[in-house]
């Protein structure tokens, strides 16, 4: 999305493509309406097709999408398409309030974490340059067994990170959002998660263990 810190955002890798080899994939869920589920795709490198026309490669990926998925709901394009043309098709001015929110969420889940997890210790995090997601890594199995125990016992949800990569991959780390919550619900979900951290580590956190942790910038 855009930098937390109010800094100027990075450019794309289309745009520095001079020689049309990337292919830019986007979505309009986080910046329009989650519920539209509606993407798009530049794709302006030129192809051959078997009777010898070029055409743009996007034309051969939209063929592909209307076979797989019989095409995206003209309801949901058009309220996507409204919402483009009503700010002069850039988001950047729309997304002021929710763009605010993300960042003093996000800022407030970074600190709340630091003053419950000592510096140095076992449990580091990301600190993203934007949106709403954290990453923290912990010293013990993270699986969906995990999840169910902290949903039941501890009254907290988040999501384990294997479920972003390959079967079967173990990944100790869990991902964290804020997106639409209130700071006293982040400083509760996290005494939650502090607690089951607590609970699971060999040992629990000693009592030396508070302050500020260690943490890796994504």
């Keep these: 999305l855009f930098p937390a810190d109010g800094t100027a ?5 289309k745009a520095l493509d001079t020689a049309r080899r990337v292919v830019y994939l986007g979505s309009f869920a986080k910046t329009v309406l ?12 030129r192809v051959g097709e078997a009777d010898g026309a070029v055409v743009p490669f996007a034309d051969h990926l939209a063929k592909i999408k209307s076979m797989v998925t019989v095409n995206t709901s003209p309801i949901s394009q058009a309220v996507i398409g409204g919402a483009l043309l009503a700010h002069d098709c850039s ?3 729309a997304n002021t ?8 969420n996000l800022r407030h889940l970074v600190d709340g974490l630091a003053r419950r997890f000592p510096a140095g210790g076992p449990v580091t995090w990301t600190v993203p340059a934007g949106g709403f997601f954290v990453v923290v890594s912990v010293p013990f199995a993270v699986d969906d067994a995990l999840l169910h125990r902290s949903a039941r016992e501890y009254g907290v949800l988040w999501t384990p990170m294997a479920h972003f990569y390959d079967a079967g991959t173990p990944v100790n780390a869990l991902r964290l959002s804020v997106s639409a919550v209130t700071p006293e619900s982040i400083d509760l979900g ?3 998660l502090a607690a089951l951290v607590t ?3 060999p040992g629990g956190l000693t009592p030396e263990c508070q302050g500020s942790a260690t943490v890796r910038v994504s």
């Design 34 to 45: 989650p519920g539209a589920r509606v993407g798009y795709v530049v794709a302006d490198q």
């Design 97 to 104: 309030r929710e763009r605010a929110a993300y960042a003093r």
């Design 199 to 201: 609970d699971t580590m």
């Design 9 to 13: 955002r990075r450019p794309t890798l």
């Design 91 to 93: 988001l950047v001015a």
């Design 190 to 192: 996290l005494d939650r």
